[in-house]
């Protein structure tokens, strides 16, 4: 058995509150703690959802494919005819691939396929690329 020191034994009567932390808002809305609240007569504030229980999306007030025909043409501008056989007829001269001229532009072999497919957006950048790449003229009035 352990010894007791032979001290005075002292009380500390000194009280000790304890705080309660404040509750979580998602303890507040248990059906319990609202129940109890609604007995002792302190106030509840209860928000009723529109859509709550339905499996239903709000209609937008203007239809997205509206907008979007608002904003932007229908349709953007893609590679000319001219541009398409120019940039092809080019690279059959240096016998050049698709992969290869892509390589020296450092795109994609699938945006110089575009290119010549017609169906690329022209963008500046990746035509003046392949102007100094196959010494053509590209951008501008091809073929003068």
């Not at 499996?55 to 239809?63: E, L, Q, R, T």
């Amino acid at each position: 058995m352990p010894n007791r020191s032979a001290g005075a034994l002292t009380q500390d009567w000194e009280p000790v509150v304890i705080h309660k932390s404040k509750p979580k808002p998602q303890d507040l809305r248990k059906p319990k703690v609202v129940n109890q609240a609604l007995r002792s007569g302190a106030p509840v504030q209860t928000i009723k959802k529109s859509d709550a229980g339905h499996n239903k999306k709000a209609a937008p007030a203007v239809s997205v494919k509206k907008l979007d025909e608002a904003a932007e043409p229908a349709a953007l501008d893609r590679v000319s005819a001219d541009v398409r056989h120019a940039i092809q007829k080019a690279r059959l001269e240096k016998k050049m691939s698709q992969a290869e001229l892509a390589k020296r532009i450092n795109e994609l072999p699938k945006v110089v396929q575009e290119y010549e497919n017609g169906k690329a957006v022209p963008n500046q950048a990746v035509l003046a690329k392949m102007e100094r790449v196959l010494e053509v003229k590209l951008r501008g009035k091809v073929g003068k």
